[in-house]
T-cell receptor
Framework: AQKVTQAQTEISVVEKEDVTLDCVYE???????LFWYKQPPSGELVFLIR??????QNEISGRYSWNFQKSTSSFNFTITASQVVDSAVYFC?????????????FGQGTELSVKP | EAQVTQNPRYLITVTGKKLTVTCSQN?????MSWYRQDPGLGLRQIYY???????DKGDVPEGYKVSRKEKRNFPLILESPSPNQTSLYFC????????????FGDGTRLSIL
């Protein structure tokens, strides 16, 4: 069975702090894909990143970085120098190569609140 | 502009009154899905379609129907809505392949009284 766990339900930080959102996944597939989505207060879901299971290189995009560790089945997301606009719910998601229709298995989400 | 469009965005209705939430995408995507989002549960797939006239159940299909008569449209039908279907619903589309990022609509908030 596939499962994604985001153990942090809510995180609150002060602007300019660094924050890491944890994501742990379970799958028996050897080929799979991991995603992060952002859901701002307006409610839409915004795609942030995709990682495949064969690429363990960390990725950095501006203030955002992602750490993929297959050995611990984790795909953590770090925001450096957080800003108020980063306040949102963040979802980690998993898709296996055999997932019909590209089905995503979502974690429960982590609500990040960045205070000025 | 590439987008997934859902209508309505908000709806309050009563138990048993049939309703349809429309979804349309303009990206020529093969895959389309419906998800529902509930607090503490993340998003769960209701139904999906891999192409025209090809639909199948996701993880929580009870009480819902879908159809895919055209590639761009994938309506979600609640024949007899019940209060436990009160939720935030998202339509998503993507190109074929489980590695493709899903593009989501803006969501439809349904309240069934």
């Amino acid at each position: 069975a596939q499962k994604v766990t985001q153990a942090q339900t809510e995180i609150s930080v002060v602007e300019k702090e660094d924050v890491t959102l944890d994501c742990v996944y379970e799958t028996r597939d050897t080929t799979y894909y991991l995603f992060w989505y952002k859901q701002p207060p307006s409610g839409e879901l915004v795609f942030l990143i995709r990682r495949n299971s064969f690429d363990e290189q960390n990725e950095i995009s501006g203030r955002y970085s992602w750490n993929f560790q297959k050995s611990t089945s984790s795909f953590n997301f770090t925001i450096t120098a957080s800003q108020v606009v980063d306040s949102a719910v963040y979802f980690c998601a998993l898709s296996g190569i055999y997932n019909q229709g590209g089905k995503l298995i979502f974690g429960q989400g982590t609500e990040l609140s960045v205070k000025p | 502009e590439a987008q997934v469009t859902q209508n309505p965005r908000y709806l309050i209705t009563v138990t048993g009154k049939k309703l349809t939430v429309t979804c349309s995408q303009n990206m020529n995507h093969e895959y389309m899905s419906w998800y529902r989002q509930d607090p503490g549960l993340g998003l769960r797939q209701i139904y999906y379609s891999m192409n025209v006239e090809v639909t199948d159940k996701g993880d929580v299909p009870e009480g819902y129907k879908v159809s895919r008569k055209e590639k761009r449209n994938f309506p979600l039908i609640l024949e007899s809505p019940s209060p436990n279907q009160t939720s935030l619903y998202f339509c998503a589309s993507s190109f074929q392949g489980s590695n493709q990022p899903q593009h989501f609509g803006d969501g439809t908030r349904l309240s069934i009284l």
